[in-house]
């Protein structure tokens, strides 16, 4: 089980902004932000945490360097309605449409999901199983 994942931004405040419009429908928030100030060791002026309940379990940095390297994050979902909350409110926060939400029978037959790729390519998806 993953405790918590974090992801390498170009633009720290863009992909912030972005992440807690788009995951807020899923019932994430800013749980946790550490500065330099705090955190000494940290090469980079802030971080922060995004969760549910508490718990921060994605974390977001700024990129040291270009380039990023775009990868694939899943957030479960309680309902289908989510998944649609999901997918318009990133895209209404700046996301590119990269899977429109429905049925991908392919991988279970009541798998419900839409996919949107975020300010850096990463390409977020938000899932129900139900």
């Given at each position: 089980?993953?405790?918590?994942?974090?992801?390498?931004?170009?633009?720290y405040g863009v992909s912030k902004a972005f992440y807690l419009a788009a995951l807020a429908p899923l019932?994430?928030?800013?749980?946790?932000?550490?500065?330099?100030?705090?955190?000494?060791?940290?090469?980079?002026?802030?971080?922060?945490?995004?969760?549910?309940?508490?718990k921060p379990d994605l974390w977001l940095r700024p990129a040291l360097e270009d380039p990023v390297s775009?990868?694939?994050?899943?957030?479960?979902?309680?309902?289908?309605?989510?998944?649609?909350?999901?997918?318009?409110?990133?895209?209404?926060?700046?996301?590119?449409?990269?899977?429109?939400?429905?049925?991908?029978?392919?991988?279970?037959?009541?798998?419900?999901?839409?996919?949107?790729?975020?300010?850096?390519?990463?390409?977020?998806?938000?899932?129900?199983?139900?």
């Open positions: 089980m993953i405790d918590h994942y974090s992801l390498i931004v170009r633009d019932g994430y928030g800013l749980v946790m932000q550490l500065s330099k100030a705090e955190v000494p060791h940290l090469p980079y002026d802030e971080i922060c945490g995004l969760g549910v309940g508490g775009p990868t694939h994050i899943a957030f479960r979902a309680e309902s289908r309605e989510a998944v649609d909350a999901f997918y318009r409110a990133a895209l209404e926060a700046g996301g590119r449409d990269n899977g429109a939400p429905g049925l991908r029978p392919q991988y279970h037959p009541n798998y419900y999901g839409a996919f949107v790729l975020d300010p850096d390519g990463y390409n977020i998806e938000a899932v129900h199983h139900g």
